[in-house]
Nanobody, 120 residues
Framework: QVQLVESGGGLVRPGGSLRLSCVASGKIGGLYAMGWYRQVVGRQREFIATSTNRDTTDYADSVKGRFTSSGDFVNKTVYLQLNSLELEDTTVYYC??????????????WGQGTQITVYS
């Protein structure tokens, strides 16, 4: 089994910043992508960003220029720096990882989610 644990959510004013962290542990053979999604209640989970072990990162248009994802695949950690936060960024953020377990099985894994609330 593979577990992802997020940290760093909280309350922030519009225009403020937060930094999320996510650490993977368990029977990990190797990870090739780690990233972030968010989900508003009643809506589909939305892609935010993903970083790969080839040093590439992709972003959703809605967060380009404001959010920065960075992956440390040696330590199985991914970070999301959120700047210029807006009221519309309020929701639960989920860490995501893709890779292989020690038995060679491919998998996609999710964290438990961390709440970000932007309030005026």
């Amino acid at each position: 089994q593979v577990q992802l644990v997020e940290s760093g959510g909280g309350l922030v004013r519009p225009g403020g910043s937060l930094r999320l962290s996510c650490v993977a542990s368990g029977k990990i053979g190797g990870l090739y992508a780690m990233g972030w999604y968010r989900q508003v209640v009643g809506r589909q989970r939305e892609f935010i960003a993903t970083s790969t072990n080839r040093d590439t990162t992709d972003y959703a248009d809605s967060v380009k220029g404001r959010f920065t994802s960075s992956g440390d695949f040696v330590n199985k950690t991914v970070y999301l720096q959120l700047n210029s936060l807006e009221l519309e960024d309020t929701t639960v953020y989920y860490c995501n990882a893709k890779g292989l377990e020690t038995n060679g099985s491919p998998g996609q894994y999710w964290g438990q989610g961390t709440q970000i609330t932007v309030y005026s």
